[in-house]
């Protein structure tokens, strides 16, 4: 069955650094991949999703994510963290390119050092 | 617009008790999803289920579990006979249709508790 990989439970970064958070999918077909947040005792917000249009994606709170097919990733980022971006980020995707629903991955909480 | 919503937001029930978690999807959306979270775990697909029909319930436990989408009203994701191992955080989400690609809308989640 289809899956998604997201590599390290928990990333620490400093404030206005980088932020890479890793997702890698298992499929031999291009699937529908989806970033997700969710804030502490919130509900899931859609970050971004790809859907076999454009490689980079752009997402809201300045998230982007690039689908790279040769690697079986698709990793989301930020230039520059701000406090706010602490949450849980969660990869997701839609198994076997079909029709049935969303599978996630087991998430990767974010901390934003000052 | 409302968003999804789900009711109550916290529920305590004592082993062997039943567990009645409510979702209204977003308005014009006819499709829910129910997930389990679980620490360190993500969430899991529990249902699916479309007004009057369950389309997929391959990841709902068999026993003591069950879901409904009535005509009217909300989703309900019913847990009989709750055991400790039922503590999780459960989320509802809603689409406005069956297309997988569109994305989920999701509710702020129910956080049962089995004491």
């Known amino acids: 069955a289809q899956s998604v990989t997201q590599l390290g439970s928990h990333v620490s970064v400093s404030e206005g650094a980088l932020v890479l958070l890793r997702c890698n999918y298992s499929s031999s077909v291009p699937p529908y991949l989806f970033w997700y947040v969710q804030y502490p005792n919130q509900g899931l917000q859609l970050l971004l999703k790809?859907?076999?249009?454009?490689?980079l994606v752009k997402g809201i709170n300045g998230f982007e994510a690039e689908f790279k097919k040769s690697e079986t990733s698709f990793h989301l980022t930020k230039p520059s963290a701000h406090m706010s971006d602490a949450a849980e980020y969660f990869c997701?995707?839609?198994?076997?390119?079909?029709?049935?629903?969303?599978?996630f991955g087991k998430g990767t909480r974010l901390s934003v050092i000052a | 617009n409302a968003g999804v919503m789900q009711n109550p937001r916290h529920l305590v029930r004592r082993r062997g008790q039943e567990a009645r978690l409510r979702c209204s999807p977003m308005k014009g959306h006819s499709h829910v999803y129910w997930y389990r979270q679980l620490p360190e775990e993500g969430l899991k697909f529990m249902v699916y289920?479309?007004?009057?029909?369950?389309?997929?319930e391959s990841g709902m436990p068999k026993e003591r579990f069950s879901a409904e989408f009535p005509k009217e009203g909300p989703s309900i994701l019913r847990i009989q006979q709750v055991v400790r191992g039922d503590s999780a955080a459960y989320f509802c989400?809603?689409?406005?249709?069956?297309?997988?690609?569109?994305?989920?809308?999701f509710g702020s989640g129910t956080r049962l508790t089995v004491v």
């Open positions: 289920l479309q007004k009057e029909n369950i389309i997929d």
């Open positions: 997701a995707v839609i198994p076997n390119s079909g029709n049935t629903p969303l599978v």
């Open positions: 790809y859907t076999s249009a454009a490689t």
């Open positions: 989400a809603s689409s406005p249709s069956g297309l997988q690609s569109y994305g989920y809308t």
